[in-house]
C-alpha cells in the first residue's frame, strides 16, 4: 500500500532527526500534501496509526495540511486556474505543475530533556 511506504519513510527521517536531538519522544508531525500527490490523508493516518506503535512516535498527533493544485505558465509565469484550460493565453504553451504533488515533512514536535 502506497501510503504505508510514505509512513515508513517518513518514520526513518523522523528517527533521524529524534536521535540527532536525543529526544526521547515525538509529540507531534505535521505534513504538508499535494492533493494531487495520491496520498489519501485517512489512509494516511491509519497506516501512521499503526506504525508508531513501539516508536519513538507512539502516541504522537499527526497534522496533514493539504496543499491545493496550482498551475502556472512556465514562460510567463502568469498563474493559470486549475479546470481551466490547461495553457497560457498569452504564450499558448502549456501551463506546469506549480504546487499540489508534493509531500512535505513540515514539522516535528518532540520532546528533548533538559542537560
Ligand atoms: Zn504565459
Known amino acids: ?3 504505508y511506504s510514505i509512513v515508513q519513510s517518513l518514520m526513518n527521517r523522523v528517527e533521524a ?4 536531538r536525543r529526544a526521547t ?4 508531525l505535521t505534513l504538508r500534501i499535494g492533493e494531487l500527490s ?4 485517512v ?7 499503526t506504525f508508531v506503535e513501539k516508536t519513538i512516535c507512539e ?3 499527526l497534522s496533514i495540511i493539504r496543499v491545493p493544485v496550482s498551475w502556472a505558465c512556465p514562460r510567463c509565469e502568469r498563474s493559470i486556474v486549475q479546470g481551466a484550460f ?15 504533488d508534493e509531500i512535505i515533512l513540515e514539522r ?3 520532546e528533548v530533556p533538559d542537560v
Open 17 to 20: 532527526e529524534a536521535a540527532e
Open 43 to 49: 489512509l494516511l493516518t491509519t497506516a501512521f496509526e
Open 25 to 28: 519522544a515525538v509529540k507531534a
Open 86 to 100: 490547461l495553457q497560457c493565453p498569452e504564450c499558448s504553451v502549456p501551463a506546469t505543475l506549480r504546487s499540489g
Open 108 to 110: 516535528i514536535e518532540m
Open 59 to 61: 502516541g504522537a498527533t
Open 38 to 41: 495520491g496520498v489519501e490523508p
Open 1 to 3: 500500500m502506497h501510503e
